[in-house]
């Protein structure tokens, strides 16, 4: 982990590594695509997390936006949750 401090190469592969582990997951795509089409800074979940090509139970995808999804966005740094309400 030393190194990548001075090399800019590994520190490239080391941001793209942490975005496409952020976005392999379609839910988390999805709501990346809808805050990018929405008007204003928020979106309303679970809807903005669910693909039209991919039907969920909208529980079960609230359930894993609060403890996968959400989570592992904002600590990629894309996003800011604020979870009151969800």
Known sequence: ???EGRNPEAQVITRWNRAFDALKAEPRRQLVA???DAESDTV???DAAQSPA???DPDALTLELHHQHLPKLTGAG???W?????
């Open 34 to 36: 809808s805050l990018l």
């Open 78 to 80: 894309y996003i800011e």
């Open 54 to 56: 991919v039907p969920t």
């Open 82 to 86: 604020d979870d009151d309400p969800l």
């Open 44 to 46: 309303a979940l679970p």
């Open 1 to 3: 982990m030393a190194l």
